[in-house]
């Protein structure tokens, strides 16, 4: 079994994903916009459910700072929004060797390749839960000790740097696994 790839990446570096941006945002300094591989210096995806303050309008922002005194600032905030929730939708005929799709954040791909990620489905414990072992195997790659290790961190920055917030959802086609 090998792995299907439905949709890009949407991550700063992704060419389709920049030319979008850039022509969203035609007047913006593209050295700033993409400040350090990340969308305004902040975050590497381009898309995502969260991140609201990349979505606020100019004057979104103004108010959130004025009323709640929002200390989320954003250097450069020239023409928001930045970060959009707009999904890719694609379409793909399912057939007899479709035994499962995997939807996951950004997290779960920076630890596992597409197909090391259905070797592990196909390979996993009966009793496991499907998505708890793929982000278990993201996050420490079948070492007991490195993933408590790394789920003992507590909240800050320094777990920020250790581990992402990971979402990760499969669904099944059929009864195999």
């Known amino acids: 079994m090998r ?14 994903e920049r030319a979008r941006l850039i022509r969203e945002h035609p007047h913006e300094d593209e050295d700033i916009m993409f400040f350090d591989e ?3 210096g902040i975050l590497q995806p381009t898309r995502a459910f969260g991140d609201v303050s990349l979505k606020w309008s100019t004057r979104e922002k103004v108010l959130m700072q004025y009323v709640f005194d929002d200390p989320g600032y954003v250097p450069n905030y020239l023409t ?12 793909t005929k399912l057939d007899q060797n479709s035994k499962f799709l995997v939807i996951a954040t950004d997290g779960l791909w920076d630890g ?7 070797k592990l489905i196909q390979n996993k414990p009966s009793d496991v839960n499907s998505a708890t072992w793929l982000i278990q195997n993201s996050l420490a790659q079948h070492n ?5 290790k790394i789920l003992s961190i507590p909240p800050g920055p320094i777990c920020r740097n250790v581990r ?3 979402s990760v959802i499969v669904i099944y086609f059929n009864d195999e696994f």
């Open 3 to 16: 792995a299907t790839v439905l949709t890009e990446e949407h991550r700063t570096y992704n060419p389709v």
């Open 38 to 40: 990340r969308l305004c």
């Open 80 to 91: 928001p929004p930045y970060l959009s929730c707009t999904p890719d939708v694609h379409s």
């Open 112 to 118: 596992l390749s597409d197909e090391e990620c259905v």
């Open 144 to 148: 007991q000790q490195r993933l408590s």
């Open 164 to 166: 992402d917030d990971i």
